[in-house]
């Protein structure tokens, strides 16, 4: 459609749909009409509801050109939505792609993003359906919509955690702030330490490019072993405060048992700062928190082995209120603060 | 939740998430999870297909702070969306709001803005489900998705216009590009005109609150009265292009029949241009633009009866093939093209 140094200037809106429609795979025949009318046509999943949502991805906000590839970025604003949907315990269908781009932009970094977007939602079954592109004054800005389906009676919810369920985290976290402070300090200054970089490379991976816990999140729900969940996308401190304030309960975490990402754990440490607390406070991580009744341990066992090794790991406990607290050495401290979007 | 001159930095994200969750009316029952979780669960509409579209108001691009306030952007960021639904013939249901805000923007603007989209959501009965808030680092950025739901043999596409369908447009064209030209340009002149600043103040509301064609999209499905449609975000000559290449034919227009809104015409002529050229390829009218068989002319005639005043005007007949043609005083020309976003 446009040589790969073409500007989006030169290329022009119909060029780039003309791009991202040739960069889709055929559609599946649920999609009555896709990429190119006014609007998407799509079969309801019979018997299910809609769960929709949307993310923006805001250069110099959410994402560094210099730190992230176009590749990145693209991965990156699906993720973060199909993340959200997996909180849900929904499974995803479809995707809009709203890009805005500045008039340097070249071709082969819309033909990077949009194959890398297409790429992740091929792996978990979501159809780009629709989207608009247009010119920005200076930043990127990716704003994703994902909607998914789900049964009536497996939501998942923020707001359902009782008091004495516990507390589970998926993964480890800390990784992927530990692998943007490594970016942004250089990313060069850990050569001398061969196993330190190793760790670092996979943590900026994880920065770079998170997997959302989708099949988690749907047996979750499926299997009906979680009474709510969070996605990790603020921290995993942030997490626990909004899925307790919206339960009206409170939580007591334990800290030694917090997966903290081993890499990310040397990081803080070589840096002067308490790993755990680091870690809880590190954005991004797109794990999943949720709480299960003492009851279903066994149905979490039972999901754990379709989960391809991803850890699970008790955290903490549900309490019928009060703050959260961290317990550490027989003390308990209260939980540091997430981050927040606008306070940066 | 905060003071009217506290910026949205001071606020933060939840607490502007408070305040437009404040903002939104009682939640209709299909509304299973609103606003403040993972990401929203909303009934399917029974026995209909889902309809879904995204589009972005970008600061700089799009619209400008000095020339549209809050409310008017709110206003335009939904009524965007609302017309691509309308140009599927789609019922619109539920919409999704993705803000990026610089750190100086004002709380009361945030209202200002929220009020003005949910008031037009209420007036079209669109539940605002979800979204998101974020920092820009300059730019105002909105991101609305809107979903709706349409019978399956009701869906209007811009594809399949035939030879023979007469083409016709809805309302008057041109205000908006004039209105948007009269405020770059001052918009203070014409004081010593008082008919031709009242026409262009109406210009000017055309081109800040746009009215989505959403009662003419549905009828004009339901009753099974257009081959195909389209809205007119890009101007009259860019949809007859788009609805004609999309149906595999050409058209051929009549430049006296084409509406243009008189205070547009006026100012175009007053600054030495033709006004059907100039009103041909401003952008922003969201009208509609659809193809009727002849033989159904007698159903668009009752189409009419329930637009409340809103005019359709017959501008030309759907060819078998061909560029575009404009005919004018006995003579064809090619019609003029539309605006690009890549290329102000």
New interface residues.
Partial sequence: VGSDNAT??A????G?IDLIRSLVPPQPPWV??GI??????????RN?????????L?????VDRRLSSAADIGHKALAVNLS??A??G?APR?A?L?L?LP?EYRFSEVRELVTALVALAARHKVAL???????????V?V?V?V??S?H?RR?L???AARPGDELYVSGSIGAAAAGLEWLRGGAGEERAEPLMAEMLRTAVDRYRRPEPRVRLGLLLGRQRVATAC??LSDGLADAVCQLTR?SGVGASLEADAIPVDPGAARWFASRGREPVGAALTGGEDYELLFAVPRSRRGRLRGVERHLAGLAVTRIGVVTPGGPVRLRRNGTEESLPRGY?????
Avoid: Q, W, Y
């Fill in positions: 989006v200037t290329v022009g809106e119909h780039l009555l009409i190119g009318d006014d609007a998407a046509v799509l079969e309801t999943d299910r509801l809609d769960v929709i949502t949307c993310d923006s805001f250069e110099g906000v959410h959200d949907l909180a849900m929904a479809a809009l709203s805005a008039p359906v629709g989207g608009n592109v247009t010119r920005s004054t200076g930043p800005v704003d919509t909607m998914g789900i009536r939501i919810t923020r707001a969070i996605d919206a927040e979007h606008f306070k940066e």
